[in-house]
């Protein structure tokens, strides 16, 4: 079985924006994270003092990157998929499979959005125990992630329904993915 190949279909500068953003954010609460975490383990083993905040940081910091990264990974097509199926139907009836697939996936990401909302709005007036940080904020993520999930879905989604192609831009390849 081999992996579906990426989309040619030129992309909008919007979209190239939207993308590059997206990535630069990532890497920046990556690298970010990675400071913080070495920096704390030095600390600790060097002077024998460790930073109290920097474990609840990275953590929070790990949660945005799994929802904003979530939406690229999915442009990719890198999220686990059983596709199988489809490679056993004719066309018609794989393309037919795939639009409800991503009828599926627009319904949960929707429900995610506002759960996620719903969770932002229940957290509000909390605050993290050694930060003191609004666990609402902190929550955003969800459907922030949700929205540009959403927003990932529809940009692949004509490409994806006619040749199971996603978008890779020069980053992600799924192949890459595979164990």
Known sequence: MTAPAPT?????????????????????????????????????YVFNHSFVWAEELS?????WVGFLGS????????????????????????QAMRVAVLAV????????????TQYVHFAWGQESPILNWNFGLIYLAIPIGAVLMGVHLALIAGPFVRD????????????????
């Open 105 to 116: 996936l627009a319904t949960c990401i929707a429900a995610m959005a506002w759960l996620g």
């Open 164 to 179: 199971r192609k996603f978008r890779t831009d020069g980053g992600l390849q799924p192949e890459e993915a595979t164990l």
């Open 8 to 44: 040619t279909a030129p992309v909008s500068r919007t979209e190239r924006a939207l993308v590059a953003a997206n990535g630069a954010v990532l890497v920046a609460l990556m690298a970010g994270m990675a400071v913080l975490v070495i920096a704390n383990v030095f600390a600790r």
């Open 59 to 63: 953590r929070y910091m790990m949660i």
């Open 71 to 94: 939406g690229l990974v999915l442009r990719a097509g890198a999220h686990i998929a059983v596709d199988v199926f489809q490679d056993l139907l004719p066309r018609r009836a794989a």
